[in-house]
């Protein structure tokens, strides 16, 4: 029998969401310290290719990411049970791997354990499991930047070179509360993991209002005074609702964005974040699947949080003609998605 959640829960959750975050964005940016801080000193995995000390993995895995291409590990559908300080999860993750040649994308779990130590949730050891793998030839376009300003976007990297990491240091440096999210007072651990739960919707809500172009759910997620670069719209969030949920009427066949690896500091008041996309988009007869990130500020204004800042990281795109059919196997899938407040979802919340 599945048992009911509580506040201490609520607080190992957040630790252990962080940790897997961190594990993921060390191997995306060949950070040896970031990656090797998911883990215990004395953590262990078995990777198939390899089972011993998690140390060792991980001075692998940062040597061999530093002169790769981009890579993605999406992870997702986290199930975590918590008992006292040790904690056991699985977790899904989609890995991104592009070669000269070839995109992979490789599917599989993380089977983990966990444990909190001084206050801390690190990982103890870690199973890999491959499910399955998708490899397509590269199709993958690193134009150069635009002349001006007005559609720039951030291309990831690796290391120092990855603008996000720059991004986040800046947030974090412009945070006026430096007090960490890891306190070991848990009246504050348990305002930084309700904290996080927020910020969460709100990542939902910006998906939903992007895909739905839904200006005003756009609008109500961001500060009067954010800010906001995407690529296609950049300045304030009032007109980053305005002007992409215009774009996507007018130029979209279909929109679809799926958050994951959610990454969140917690400062009192304040916050930093670094999420997960994957962006599927059907354009004039061309599919565009684009994968990044979303480094973020957030503020509590008011008793209730919202964006102050967010810049899209571009780190891989894979573009083909359309395949998008509507009937066929798919004809008898009436329930469709579209734009504006006729898509089903209004109705299933407003129900």
């Not at 090797?36 to 990411?65: K, M, N």
């Not at 559908?77 to 490789?106: H, K, P």
């Not at 559609?151 to 990297?157: D, E, N, Q």
């Not at 670094?274 to 204004?301: K, N, S």
């Amino acid at each position: 029998m599945r048992r009911v959640l509580t506040a201490d829960d609520l607080i190992a959750r957040h630790g252990i969401l962080n940790a897997l975050a961190n594990h993921s964005r060390g191997v995306d940016r060949a950070d040896a310290n970031l990656l090797g801080s998911a883990y215990h000193a004395d953590a262990t995995v078995d990777y198939g290719f390899y089972a011993g000390p998690a140390a060792t993995l991980v001075e692998i895995l940062a040597g061999a990411q530093k002169g790769a291409l981009p890579t993605l590990h999406r992870t997702s559908n986290c199930w975590i049970r918590v008992e006292g300080e040790r904690a056991n999860s699985e977790s899904y993750v989609i890995a991104y791997v592009e070669e000269a040649e070839l995109q992979r994308f490789v599917l599989g779990r993380y089977l983990d354990r966990h444990e909190c130590r001084d206050g801390e949730w690190r990982l103890s050891h870690r199973t890999y499991v491959l499910d399955g793998n998708v490899n397509r030839p590269n199709s993958a376009v690193r134009a150069d930047p635009p002349t001006g300003f007005e559609h720039f976007v951030p291309a990831g990297g690796k290391g120092a070179a990855d603008p996000g990491r720059a991004l986040l240091a800046f947030h974090a440096a412009s945070a006026r509360n430096t007090t960490m999210s890891t306190s070991p007072n848990k009246e504050a651990a348990l305002e930084a993991a309700l904290a996080r739960a927020e910020i969460h919707d709100l990542c939902m809500a910006y998906a939903r209002g992007v895909d739905r172009a839904d200006a005003e759910l756009l609008a109500s997620i961001f500060t009067e005074d954010s800010t906001v670069i995407s690529g296609v719209v950049n300045g304030s969030g009032m007109d980053f609702a305005r002007e992409i949920t215009a774009f996507v009427s007018a130029n979209l066949e279909m929109c679809f964005h799926s958050v994951a690896n959610e990454w969140v500091d917690v400062r009192g008041d304040e916050a930093v974040g670094e999420h997960y996309v994957i962006a599927q988009m059907v354009q004039a007869g061309t599919e565009v699947l684009t994968g990044g990130r979303y480094i973020d500020r957030y503020v509590r204004r008011d008793g209730r949080w919202l964006i102050q800042s967010r810049t899209f990281v571009a780190d891989w795109s894979h573009s083909h003609e359309s395949t998008m059919q509507r009937d066929g196997f798919y004809e008898a899938l009436t329930n469709r998605g579209c734009f504006g407040r006729q898509d089903p979802v209004y109705a299933h919340w407003a129900a």
